[in-house]
């Protein structure tokens, strides 16, 4: 069989075997004289540096290389064609594509993917925008949510647990930060429906498990669950990552954060040095983070709870003290947190939804 032209590989998903997509050019196979349809000798399969990129479609040079008379494995990946010559099975090393080597990120997988590797449960990360005291920048509670949830991820992956990180809300609720500028709220209300509509959206794509992975102590969660219980096929979870590790904090840390504290920059160190800022002394350009009591003993004992007028609160919005933050400290933080939801979204993803799920 001679004649036709392999001219367009789609490689659909990188890091494990896949069927690629062939496109016979029949204007250039007409060019060349050759009659499209027909089978020439497949092209030796290309190194990734003689492939020209475009996403994650990946075109084969204008210029063939000679015909291969086997299966021709390097470096890049392996091809296997058939007695035809046509090139029906390829592998490629996901080390060759770090962004397609990332499957779980909804943000950077493409419909050629999701179509045929359907996930099994998502995660929802929630952040916030609002001031870190004098140090932090305004989205750290985004950047803890996309990489401590990406983290967990990535690791639930590797064990075989289908799950789909979606993108960050990088809004949360902010009506008690709003005397400070450029706090970005969203009501309580108004976060809810927007949540709702993405729940609703996943039990649409016939996912039925959620993880909500909240990174913001004004965002309010429970309520929703309580909520849509009964009214949504979906199984939904509330992770509260700071919760999560509490027993563990004074392990790593020597002063409690509530907010910008050692926690908080300790993970920002770790991630994002540059964003956070120091005198030229080199200590952080931060106050001490001490917070002011009410005048009432029981609201400061806890007996009756308020939403706590920030500015009051605090001197620069910070509460707790950073000034003991290391990105060592950060790491260990974001591996313990990583591990223990990623144990979890392992589970369950292999949790079957029968009459007495979770129990
Ligand atoms: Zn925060």
Same mark, same amino acid.
């Given at each position: 069989m001679i004649g036709c032209l392999h001219r367009t590989v789609k490689l659909r998903k990188m890091g494990e075997l896949v069927q690629p997509t062939f496109r016979v050019d029949a204007a250039a196979c007409q060019a060349r004289g050759l009659q499209a349809g027909a089978a020439t000798p497949p092209p030796a399969w290309p190194k990734k540096k003689d492939l020209a990129s475009a996403g994650h479609v990946y075109v084969y040079p204008d210029a063939m290389p000679a015909a291969v008379a086997a299966p021709a494995p390097t470096e890049a990946g392996?091809?296997?064609?058939?007695?035809?010559?046509?090139?029906?099975?390829?592998s490629w090393s996901p080390a060759l594509d770090p962004i397609a080597a990332k499957p779980w990120r909804l943000a950077e997988v493409a419909y050629g993917y999701v179509k045929e590797h359907p996930y099994e449960l998502a995660v929802l990360p929630l952040g916030a925008t609002e001031p870190h005291n004098l140090h932090l920048p305004y989205g750290t509670d985004t950047f803890e949510a996309e990489h401590l949830s990406d983290e967990a991820c990535r690791a639930a992956w590797e064990r075989g647990a289908r799950v789909v990180l979606l993108p960050a809300i990088p809004y949360g609720t902010e009506t008690n930060q709003m005397a400070f500028p450029l706090?970005?709220?969203l009501n309580p209300s108004t976060l809810h429906l927007v949540i709702r509509d993405l729940v609703d959206s996943l039990a649409h794509h016939g996912i039925r498990k959620v993880v909500l992975f909240n990174s913001h102590g004004g965002n309010d969660l429970k309520p #929703?669950?309580?909520e849509l219980y009964g009214k949504t096929p979906v199984h939904l979870f509330l992770f509260n990552w700071y919760h999560a590790v509490r027993d563990a904090y004074h392990q790593i840390f020597e002063h409690a954060d509530d907010h910008a504290g050692e926690a908080e920059t300790s #993970? #920002?160190?770790?991630?994002r040095p540059e964003l956070v800022l120091r005198r030229p002394d080199g200590t952080l350009a931060a106050d001490e983070g001490a917070t002011l009591p009410t005048r009432f003993e029981a609201i400061n004992r806890g007996w009756v709870n308020?939403?706590?007028p920030w500015h009051l609160l605090t001197t620069n919005s910070g509460a707790g003290n950073p000034h003991a933050a290391t990105a060592e400290k950060g790491r260990r933080l974001a591996a313990l947190v990583a591990e223990r939801l990623a144990a979890f979204l392992v589970e369950l993803s292999h949790a079957t939804l029968d009459e007495r799920f979770p129990f």
């Amino acid at each position: 069989m001679i004649g036709c032209l392999h001219r367009t590989v789609k490689l659909r998903k990188m890091g494990e075997l896949v069927q690629p997509t062939f496109r016979v050019d029949a204007a250039a196979c007409q060019a060349r004289g050759l009659q499209a349809g027909a089978a020439t000798p497949p092209p030796a399969w290309p190194k990734k540096k003689d492939l020209a990129s475009a996403g994650h479609v990946y075109v084969y040079p204008d210029a063939m290389p000679a015909a291969v008379a086997a299966p021709a494995p390097t470096e890049a990946g392996a091809a296997v064609y058939d007695e035809g010559g046509f090139c029906s099975l390829l592998s490629w090393s996901p080390a060759l594509d770090p962004i397609a080597a990332k499957p779980w990120r909804l943000a950077e997988v493409a419909y050629g993917y999701v179509k045929e590797h359907p996930y099994e449960l998502a995660v929802l990360p929630l952040g916030a925008t609002e001031p870190h005291n004098l140090h932090l920048p305004y989205g750290t509670d985004t950047f803890e949510a996309e990489h401590l949830s990406d983290e967990a991820c990535r690791a639930a992956w590797e064990r075989g647990a289908r799950v789909v990180l979606l993108p960050a809300i990088p809004y949360g609720t902010e009506t008690n930060q709003m005397a400070f500028p450029l706090a970005m709220n969203l009501n309580p209300s108004t976060l809810h429906l927007v949540i709702r509509d993405l729940v609703d959206s996943l039990a649409h794509h016939g996912i039925r498990k959620v993880v909500l992975f909240n990174s913001h102590g004004g965002n309010d969660l429970k309520p #929703l669950l309580r909520e849509l219980y009964g009214k949504t096929p979906v199984h939904l979870f509330l992770f509260n990552w700071y919760h999560a590790v509490r027993d563990a904090y004074h392990q790593i840390f020597e002063h409690a954060d509530d907010h910008a504290g050692e926690a908080e920059t300790s #993970l #920002l160190l770790a991630w994002r040095p540059e964003l956070v800022l120091r005198r030229p002394d080199g200590t952080l350009a931060a106050d001490e983070g001490a917070t002011l009591p009410t005048r009432f003993e029981a609201i400061n004992r806890g007996w009756v709870n308020i939403t706590r007028p920030w500015h009051l609160l605090t001197t620069n919005s910070g509460a707790g003290n950073p000034h003991a933050a290391t990105a060592e400290k950060g790491r260990r933080l974001a591996a313990l947190v990583a591990e223990r939801l990623a144990a979890f979204l392992v589970e369950l993803s292999h949790a079957t939804l029968d009459e007495r799920f979770p129990f």
